[in-house]
């Protein structure tokens, strides 16, 4: 049985046809990125996914039990971390076991392991104003992680770091994965990252959003940095940019005029 399941998926806001048939199956652990122009319906895809929004067609399975609404089985990593500011790192990562009634104090070691886990030991006591901008995505990554997901949805965590930062963040991302191998889903519009960090990625078409293809990514791993320098890499960003490359200008000359 796959860890997800999309039948028919479908999402209209209004007259707006934003989803249309979306039918994505996923295997458990398994890292999928999803690439696609802008107003695609990435983002809702991920929040039907998430029960952040009612979808108007079809169903989402996990573990072939219909999802209905919000779980403690999804952890999601908003695009900005969202931290609480008179919260220490500790605190705001304790977030999700505090909602769901389990903040005792096994619950803190193993959120305190998590900030180990995502680099910050050392921090548990800091404000989110005296971290940096990855910094304070390691505490949003570990504060999803904090509620043991079977599933956890990413959208576009590094879109707002430096590319150097983003770049580290690639790393310490796929690091953190390969711990517990957590299904993964990861919104973003750098085609480079998705190739880096899946293990397949799927290519919406401009709205309404629909598969339009799905791009297996056989590279090894563990993924060292320097495999975006290879030539089975820069082919597999070429041929996704080629898939997307007509939507993209189309979606950029709509959004212009």
């Given at each position: ?13 209004g ?8 039918d ?10 999803i ?29 072939g039990?219909?999802?209905?609404g919000?779980g ?25 076991p ?10 803190r070691?193993?959120?305190a ?45 590094f879109?707002a770091?430096d ?15 390969e ?57 597999l ?13 189309a979606?950029?000359f709509?959004a212009?005029?």
């Amino acid at each position: 049985m796959p860890k997800l399941q999309t039948v028919g998926l479908g999402k209209r806001f209004g007259d707006l046809d934003v989803l249309r048939g979306i039918d994505v199956t996923v295997p458990d652990g398994a890292f999928v990125a999803i690439v696609g122009p802008s107003g695609c319906g990435k983002t809702s895809f991920l929040r039907i996914v998430a029960g952040l929004e009612p979808q108007s067609a079809g169903q989402v399975l996990i573990d072939g039990v219909k999802v209905v609404g919000p779980g403690a089985d999804r952890g999601f990593v908003f695009q900005n971390d969202n931290l609480l500011p008179w919260r220490t790192v500790l605190a705001n990562a304790m977030i999700g076991p505090e909602i769901g009634g389990r903040a005792d104090a096994a619950a803190r070691a193993r959120t305190a392991a998590l900030l180990r886990l995502v680099g910050l030991a050392g921090f548990e006591n800091y404000y989110p104003r005296q971290l940096s901008g990855g910094m304070r995505q390691r505490v949003n990554l570990a504060r999803a992680l904090a509620i043991d997901p079977r599933i956890l949805l990413m959208d576009e965590p590094f879109s707002a770091l430096d590319a150097q930062t983003r770049e580290i963040m690639q790393t310490e991302l796929l690091r953190i994965w390969e711990q517990g191998r957590k299904t993964a889903l990861f919104v973003t519009h750098q085609i480079d990252e998705a190739v880096y960090l899946a293990d397949q990625v799927l290519v919406f078409a401009r709205r309404p959003g629909r598969i339009r293809e799905i791009v297996p990514i056989n590279l090894p791993r563990p993924r060292p940095l320097s495999i975006k320098r290879t030539p089975q890499f820069v082919a597999l960003v070429d041929h996704i940019w080629g898939a997307i490359e007509e939507d993209v200008r189309a979606s950029v000359f709509n959004a212009e005029t």
